[in-house]
C-alpha cells in the first residue's frame, strides 16, 4: 500500500489534534468528528464502575491479605516479580472492572484503569506517608508532571489539595485539580488511601497573562475524573506501594482507534509509572535523611 504526501500529512494532523483531545480537527475535505462533551450518561457509567472498583477494594482490605496485586499471580510468577521489584522494576497491569461478568459500556467516554507496584528497599512506612502528605512539594517530588501544588485544608488525616498537572506528549496539556484525599493507617506496617478529583479544569495559555480555565466537562476531554487508590505495605526490609488508577476521557472518534488509540492509552499507564517511580526516589531520601539523624 502507497501513501500520499497529503494523507500521511493528514494523518499527522489528526494525530496530533486526537493526542490533545481537541475536536478542532483541521478541515481536509472531511467530515469533523462531534466536539467532546461530558454527558450525564457518561458520567453515569464511569461512577458505576467506580462504586463496583471501590467494593473490590473494600474487600480485599477487610481481609487484610493478599494485598499486592502480584499476589494474585501463580507461584512461579509471583516470585519472579518479587524478585523484580527487589531490583528496582515497576510492575504495572491494566484492570477491567466488570458488571456481572459484562464489561460496563461508556458511552462517548474511555475508562482507563491500571495498577502499578514499586519497593523502596530501606524505608519505613512513615517514610512514604510523609512523602505522599506533603502536597506542598508535590511540584518537587513529580516535577515535570506536578507544576504547582498545595494544601488548601487539613483535618487530621483527611486533606484537600491542589494540583496542577503538564502533562506533555507531542501537544502539552495543563490542568489545575482538587483532590479530596483520605489516609487510613491499618497496621503498624500497613496504610491505605482514597483519593478523588473533586475538580478538573483544563488551563487555556498557562502561565501567559491570558491564561484562564475552561468550564470543567466543556473541554477538550484530556482528562473529566480520576480515581485513586493507594496501598502502602512495610516488609522484607523496605515499603511496598501499589497506586491503581481509574480516569476518565473522552472518547475516539469513529475510524482513527488504530491510529491514535494506542498512543492515547499510553498516556495513563506512563503517568503511574512515573508517579510510582518519583514515590520511590523521594521515600528513599525521606529514609536516608532519617538514618542520617
Known sequence: MRFSYQSVHRCLLLLIAAAAGTSALPS???SEPPAPELRSSTVDAFNRYVRLTEARNDVELKRGTGLLWIDGLPEADRTRAYGDLKLGDVKMRKLETLENGTA?????????HWVGLAFIPG?????????????????????????RSKIESRDGD??????????????TVVLDTEHDVQYFRDAETRAHSRSSAARIAQVENAGKSDEREKTPGDDDGFL?????????????????????????????????AWLIGPFVTSIPKESLAFTLEATRKAAAAESRHRNLK
Open 28 to 30: 481536509v475535505g472531511t
Open 123 to 147: 524505608a519505613k512506612l512513615p517514610d512514604v506517608l510523609g512523602v505522599l502528605q506533603d502536597y506542598n512539594q508535590h511540584a518537587v517530588y513529580y516535577a515535570p508532571d506536578v507544576e
Open 158 to 171: 483527611h486533606f484537600r489539595v491542589f494540583l496542577r498537572f503538564r502533562r506533555h506528549k507531542v501537544v
Open 224 to 256: 473529566w475524573r480520576m480515581e485513586t487508590w493507594w496501598r502502602m505495605v512495610e516488609a522484607d526490609g523496605g515499603v511496598y506501594v501499589q497506586s491503581e488508577v481509574a480516569s476518565l476521557t473522552r472518547d475516539i472518534p469513529t475510524g482513527l
Open 104 to 112: 460496563i459500556h461508556c458511552p462517548r467516554g474511555m475508562i482507563h
